[in-house]
């Protein structure tokens, strides 16, 4: 029990640390990184892409209906 209580306090202090939060930013770059060099788009410019695709056609459609 006192190996897994000490665990527990070494996971829950590592969990609130500096460096866990760092880690996780730094992996964050890497990940953009990585997906930049191989021409892969994230998932934020996917949904801003998406967003602008669905506004284009609705203007389609709009000018559709217009010239009919």
Do not use: C, M, W, Y
């Amino acid at each position: 029990k006192n190996v897994q209580k000490n665990f527990s306090s070494i996971v829950s202090r590592f969990s609130d640390s500096d460096l866990l939060h760092q880690a996780r930013l730094g992996l964050g770059r890497t990940k953009k990184g990585f997906l930049e060099i191989l021409s892969i788009p994230t998932q934020d410019e996917v949904v801003k892409l998406e967003k602008k695709l669905v506004s284009l056609e609705k203007r389609l459609s709009n000018l559709s209906r217009k010239a009919a």
